[in-house]
């Protein structure tokens, strides 16, 4: 939600938050941690590689997915998600292909699933038209909703991700469950940063209803007006107060 200038002093805060508590449990299993220790560790991995932009997580991330793709082995189960998350957040090209590879030829549902979903979370925006593309050919067609309500929550890619929707918007609805319409259309509740498109996606919304869920997706649309407003008066005053935050913890 944060503008880009807002964005290092968001991240500086992260990591000065979340920094020292992935360093006291370290990325390995503990003997005799806790059965929630694990889901700790893989959430603050992947908050400081996606949000606190932590150079030390990412060289980490990017070589435990390296080894995985150089000797064919899975990830580490508790991390794979935040390992991924984190890769795709900074990747590029050759990282998408791989991830592309990965979901088509996994072995497990759950393998699929996460390259899948991982797909959603690439930055460049030629990267997310892809996958966008993806959503509407290839996935599966109970999948692809999850896919299409994550390329809209993303930040760098949710504005062209909704002109993708809208331009093949029969052609998406065609093709899903009817049921899951609903579900997809809740992302745009994260196209919040501009008033101007706010109002051009309810209007859409407006003029489509949908056969089943449609209030669902009207109060998506009305969290979306609370998010524009949110957005709007933390954009002055987002930036201060991260740096005080930073500051009162040491810095980063």
């Known amino acids: 939600m944060v503008e880009a200038d807002v964005r290092a002093a968001l991240a500086a805060y992260a990591r ?20 929630r220790t694990p889901t700790l560790r ?52 050759r990282e998408h292909e791989v991830f592309v590879e990965r979901y088509r030829s996994a072995s497990t549902p759950q393998e699929e699933l996460r390259y899948l979903m991982a797909l959603a979370a690439f930055r460049r925006p030629e990267l997310g038209a892809a996958t966008f593309t993806m959503a509407r050919t290839e996935v599966r067609t109970q999948n692809a909703p999850m896919l299409v309500h994550a390329l809209l929550a993303n930040r760098d890619c949710g504005e062209q991700s909704w002109a993708q929707l809208v331009e093949h918007w029969d052609e998406v609805v065609e093709r899903i469950p009817v049921n899951t319409a609903p579900r997809m259309l809740e992302g745009v509740r994260f196209l919040c940063r501009d008033a101007a498109l706010a109002e051009s996606v309810a209007s859409f919304v407006a003029a489509h209803p949908l056969a089943v869920g449609q209030r669902t997706v009207e109060q998506a649309v009305e969290r979306m007006f609370v ?16 740096a005080a935050g930073t500051a009162r913890l040491g810095g980063a």
């Open 227 to 242: 998010n524009v407003g949110f957005a709007a008066r933390m954009r002055d005053e987002a930036g201060a107060a991260l």
């Open 16 to 35: 000065g938050i979340l920094g020292p508590m992935l360093a006291r449990l370290g990325w390995e299993p503990l003997a005799g941690e806790s059965e």
């Open 42 to 93: 893989s959430q603050l991995i992947a908050a400081l590689g996606t949000v606190g932009e932590d150079d030390e997580v990412l060289a980490r991330a990017r070589e435990l997915f390296e080894a995985s793709v150089a000797g064919g082995a899975g990830l580490p189960p508790d991390l794979a998600t935040a390992v991924l998350s984190v890769v795709a957040v900074a990747g590029g090209a």
